[in-house]
């Protein structure tokens, strides 16, 4: 897992294996008004392990 491609985490700006480092993804949260102008929130969720094994 060492010998993986150093990589940037998008959260810490640490230089860490790709192996050891989570995939995230934007997840949009549900307006609790529909005709609402406002913008909906979106937060980053976890989408899985970048190793190759769990692809």
Known sequence: ????????CALSGSLL???????LSPLRLDSTEPTS?????SILVPDGLQHPKFT
């Open 1 to 8: 897992m060492l010998a993986s491609p150093p990589r940037i």
């Open 17 to 23: 294996p790709s192996d050891f480092l989570l995939r």
């Open 37 to 41: 102008t406002k913008p909906v929130p």
